[in-house]
């Protein structure tokens, strides 16, 4: 059985920073390419980062290219998100995700940790 458990978020002000944390249980995941995702209350979910299996490549959605940054560590089969300079707008549930090679559609997800960024 394939786990994703997330953990890290919480509340903080305008300008701190968090870490999330993405553990991965049921896999063998180095084969996995990760993603992070988020979604606001009644907004769509939006694709905030992704790493490669090789942990080469990395993507950023716009909103948060240049604050956030993805990791790996195959070691700890842990995903990790460093999340930077945080604003009100970045307030959302976090959800990480998990699919084998590097393409296709994320077959694996965690519960979501929820960030709430105040102003």
């Known amino acids: 059985q394939v786990v994703l458990e997330e953990s890290g978020g919480g509340l903080v002000q305008a300008g701190d920073s968090l870490r999330l944390s993405c553990a991965a249980s049921?896999?063998?995941?180095?084969?996995?390419?990760l993603a992070w995702f988020r979604q606001a209350p009644g907004k769509e979910r939006e694709t905030v980062a992704t790493i490669t299996v090789s942990g080469a490549t990395t993507t950023y959605g716009y909103s948060v290219k240049g604050r956030f940054t993805i990791s790996r560590d195959n070691a700890k089969d842990t995903v990790y998100l460093q999340m930077n300079s945080l604003k009100p707008e970045d307030t959302a549930v976090y959800y990480c995700?998990?699919?084998?090679?590097?393409?296709?559609?994320?077959?694996?997800w965690g519960q979501g940790t929820q960030v709430t960024v105040s102003s």
């Open positions: 049921g896999l063998t995941f180095r084969r996995y390419s």
């Open positions: 995700a998990a699919r084998l090679g590097d393409s296709g559609r994320f077959d694996y």
